[in-house]
């Protein structure tokens, strides 16, 4: 069973540009999280999806951030107009529907390494 | 809110030491709570954890007790090696599970020979 796959893994815009982030669940797991690990700190909660469906973005950024899941395909995060301080890794997490073994553990994928110049 | 408060790091350790990394936390009701190692370069891999009060998780020699009285999840090792270096991150999610984790700062381990 393949793991959370994230692409790209290094990912390297200009001020202004579009960055573009993808992330493909475990097989089976209907849940998806991003966290946000700037230089130095931990990870912080931006988005929880399922599919189709946002259920918490209380950690996003109001503006130039957006999460989205579809039914088919990878969940992608998008970030407009991309600034020096989005510069991070930004770490996707899947899990399996709530209430199945196991449903309080989230599986990491390796990250995608933002760097804005 | 919800948080995980951890020692700062970088601890260094010679090899075999014994290792604690503590970990408290603030959250409402019963959280399940998370030890997490991050190795170079890489993601996130679950090291251990524990769903509820008094119960101890386990994992390569690693564990941590569920300590409701003293808000607690302190990660121990009795014998660390080289390959143990990495960061480690005390997470918590909110009661019921399948939600968003809390992490701690993290914690930089180095074990040298």
């Known amino acids: 069973n393949a793991g959370v796959m994230q692409n790209p893994r290094h990912l390297v815009r200009r001020r202004g540009q579009e960055a573009r982030l993808r992330c493909s669940p475990m097989?089976?797991?209907?849940?998806v999280y991003w966290y946000r690990q700037l230089p130095e700190e931990g990870l912080k909660f931006m988005v929880y999806?399922?599919?189709?469906?946002?259920?918490?973005e209380s950690g996003m950024p109001k503006e130039r951030f957006s999460a989205e899941f579809p039914k088919e395909g990878p969940s992608i995060l998008r970030i407009q107009q991309v600034v020096r301080g989005d510069s991070a890794a930004y770490f996707c997490?899947?899990?399996?529907?709530?209430?199945?073994?196991?449903?309080?553990?989230?599986?990491f994928g390796p990250g995608t390494r933002l760097t804005v110049l | 809110g919800d948080s995980v408060t951890q020692m700062e790091g970088p601890v260094t350790l010679s090899e075999e030491a014994f290792l604690t990394i503590n970990c408290t936390y603030t959250?409402?009701?019963?959280?399940?709570l998370f030890w997490y190692v991050q190795y170079p370069g890489e993601g996130l891999q679950l090291l251990l954890k524990?769903?509820?009060?008094?119960d101890k998780g386990s994992n390569k020699g690693f564990e941590a007790t569920y300590r409701k009285e003293t808000t607690s999840f302190h990660l121990e090792k009795g014998s660390v090696q080289v390959s143990d270096s990495a960061v480690y991150f005390c997470?918590?999610?909110?009661?019921?599970?399948?939600?968003?984790?809390?992490f701690g700062t993290g914690t930089q381990l180095k074990v040298e020979l």
């Open positions: 997490a899947s899990s399996p529907m709530l209430g199945e073994t196991g449903g309080d553990e989230q599986f």
């Open positions: 097989k089976g797991h209907s849940h």
């Open positions: 999806l399922q599919k189709e469906n946002i259920i918490d």
């Open positions: 959250a409402t009701g019963y959280p399940s």
């Open positions: 524990a769903t509820k009060a008094d």
């Open positions: 997470a918590l999610s909110a009661t019921g599970g399948g939600n968003k984790l809390t």
